[in-house]
T-cell receptor, first 113, second 116 residues
Framework: GQQLNQSPQSMFIQEGEDVSMNCTSS?????WLWYKQEPGEGPVLLIA?????ELTSNGRLTAQFGITRKDSFLNISASIPSDVGIYFC?????????????FGSGTQLTVLP | GAVVSQHPSRVICKSGTSVKIECRSL??????MFWYRQFPKQSLMLMAT?????????EQGVEKDKFLINHASLTLSTLTVTSAHPEDSSFYIC????????????FGPGTRLLVL
């Protein structure tokens, strides 16, 4: 089946720094999604990408759908303490018969004051 | 954004008992709901796909007789863990996709199950 490689696995940064994480896949996806999960909570959708090459922003977050449709990155600018959490990428084929998400392994972000 | 709720948020039960977890889409109709399981410090693992009015599709290795799924309406899916054992202890999360054709899934807050 499809596999998503997400990196880095964890990051420790100073408040105010920018953050970048990415996902690569051995398969093509038609949709890329980025979620944030805090302890004891379900994932919350941050950004959804539907077209190859698409660059989308949501406040301090920016994500891009790679041209090859096999990768995506998420950038967080000027990090703040509430950015702490686990960030997951997820790819979706988009076929009507299989609209399942394949998740990356997650990036644990810690923001130091 | 779309709201998905889960109940209960956490449950402790004795080994051998059954536990039912509800997943509801509060402000949209969901033709498809998904059930995931997440172990500590790991990613989400899809257990099954639940379609309203039809049988759920289970992922390889997931016992359909142990994890009973019912999607009786466009706003409610239930997961019943039957004859629970300690190894079933985990964080169970549902997600729902609406009928509008948008490809995104919205997740519930999760249910923490502890089997003693």
């Amino acid at each position: 089946g499809q596999q998503l490689n997400q990196s880095p696995q964890s990051m420790f940064i100073q408040e105010g720094e920018d953050v970048s994480m990415n996902c690569t896949s051995s398969s093509i996806f038609n949709t890329w999604l980025w979620y944030k999960q805090e302890p004891g909570e379900g994932p919350v959708l941050l950004i959804a990408l539907y077209k190859a090459g698409e660059l989308t922003s949501n406040g301090r977050l920016t994500a891009q759908f790679g041209i090859t449709r096999k990768d995506s990155f998420l950038n967080i600018s000027a990090s703040i303490p509430s950015d702490v959490g686990i960030y997951f990428c997820a790819g979706q084929l988009g076929l009507r018969s299989a609209r399942q998400l394949t998740f990356g392994s997650g990036t644990q972000l810690t923001v130091l004051p | 954004g779309a709201v998905v709720s889960q109940h209960p948020s956490r449950v402790i039960c004795k080994s051998g008992t059954s536990v039912k977890i509800e997943c509801r889409s509060l402000d949209f109709q969901a033709t498809t709901m998904f059930w995931y399981r997440q172990f500590p410090k790991q990613s989400l693992m899809l257990m099954a796909t639940s379609n309203e009015g039809s049988k759920a599709t289970y992922e390889q290795g997931v016992e359909k007789d142990k994890f009973l799924i019912n999607h009786a309406s466009l706003t409610l899916s239930t997961l019943t863990v039957t004859s629970a054992h300690p190894e079933d202890s985990s964080f169970y999360i549902c997600s729902a996709r609406g009928t509008s054709g948008v490809e995104t899934q919205y997740f519930g807050p999760g249910t923490r199950l502890l089997v003693l």
